[in-house]
């Protein structure tokens, strides 16, 4: 009668075997390919690698990555955001377009714009899925540039170079949309003189 359990030196050769895989697949698994992907990331992509993080006058002011809230007339705004760009709440209204909450927030938003508010583009209508997104259409930052060139007394024409300056277009040339990084456009504005 054959027996179910394993000769004791059977066993001891089956344990340390797979104490050796364990010790194997720790190192190379759980230590050496974090560390090849963290060394990657930070030789060949080091601005994504530590948050795209913008500068201005020597101290952050921002991640690219991140939409944030701009206020007051010499800067460009960005999308709507159902968190107030509170990282920490993430996401989007996930509102239906037939909610009554949504039309009421366009309609805020169209009258809160002004005279601009009846040819404002859908993602200065909207906020985006995440909440936090850092860009707008190059539509819906040409809809600003004539306030935001008045309210810093420069030309329309200073205004909208910064914006195409600020544009970018589509991913690999046909992912996407163009679009325009706001903080970025924003620090771009800090520079032009009489800068507010």
């Known amino acids: 009668m054959a027996s179910s359990s394993l000769p004791l030196s059977s066993l001891g050769r089956q344990t340390l075997a797979a104490l050796r ?32 993080i913008l500068q201005h006058d020597g101290r952050a002011v921002g991640s690219s990555l991140l939409g944030q809230k701009f206020t007051g007339p010499t800067w460009f705004h ?11 709440t993430s996401g989007g209204s996930n509102l239906p ?3 009554a909450r949504l039309t009421k927030a366009v309609a805020a938003a ?3 714009a002004g005279p601009i508010g009846s040819r404002l583009p859908p993602d200065a209508l909207t906020s985006s899925a995440s ?23 420069v030309p329309v024409a200073t205004v909208q170079r910064l914006i195409a300056a600020n544009t970018s277009g589509r991913v690999l040339g046909y992912l996407g949309e163009p679009r325009v990084n706001v903080l970025q456009l924003n620090l771009a504005l800090t520079k032009l003189p009489n800068a507010g």
């Open 21 to 52: 895989m364990l010790i194997v697949f720790t190192l190379v698994l759980g230590i050496g390919y974090p560390a090849v992907v963290w060394g990657v990331g930070r030789v060949a992509f080091h601005d994504q690698a530590t948050g795209s």
């Open 78 to 88: 960005g999308r709507m955001s159902a968190s107030d760009y509170a990282g920490d």
């Open 97 to 99: 377009e037939s909610d």
């Open 110 to 112: 169209r009258k809160a």
């Open 131 to 153: 909440g936090l997104d850092p860009h707008i259409s190059p539509a819906y930052a040409a809809l600003q540039a004539a306030g935001i060139a008045a309210a810093r007394k």
